[in-house]
Nanobody
Framework: QVQLVESGGGLVQAGGSLRLSCAASGRTFSRDAMAWFRQAPGLEREFVAVTTWGGAGTYYADSVKGRFTISRDNAKNTVYLQMDSLKPEDTAVYYC????????????????WGQGTQVTVSS
């Protein structure tokens, strides 16, 4: 049974930092593209960042570029999202996702999803 479990969310003041983790189990994800998406209340789920299976290729939404960093540890089957200089508009539920192909920013391209972790940034 494939599972993606996010952790590390919470409440932080604007300008602060959080580090999200996503632990994958059920199979090896070392050949998958791993991504983070987020969804704010009343809005559609949106792309945040993605890393290729080797970790060398990383891509970011313009809204988080320069503030967020995605990384992965294939030995631990875990992907991370370091979030710095957080803004109130970053408030959302953050989801981890995996696909067995090249990286994508499209929600519909991902077969595996976690349950999400809440990130709240206060002003």
């Amino acid at each position: 049974q494939v599972q993606l479990v996010e952790s590390g969310g919470g409440l932080v003041q604007a300008g602060g930092s959080l580090r999200l983790s996503c632990a994958a189990s059920g199979r090896t994800f070392s050949r998958d593209a791993m991504a983070w998406f987020r969804q704010a209340p009343g809005l559609e789920r949106e792309f945040v960042a993605v890393t290729t299976w080797g970790g060398a290729g990383t891509y970011y939404a313009d809204s988080v570029k320069g503030r967020f960093t995605i990384s992965r540890d294939n030995a631990k089957n875990t992907v991370y999202l370091q979030m710095d200089s957080l803004k109130p508009e970053d408030t959302a539920v953050y989801y981890c996702a995996a696909r067995g192909y090249s990286p994508s920013s499209q929600v519909s391209d991902y077969a595996y999803w976690g349950q999400g972790t809440q990130v709240t940034v206060s002003s």
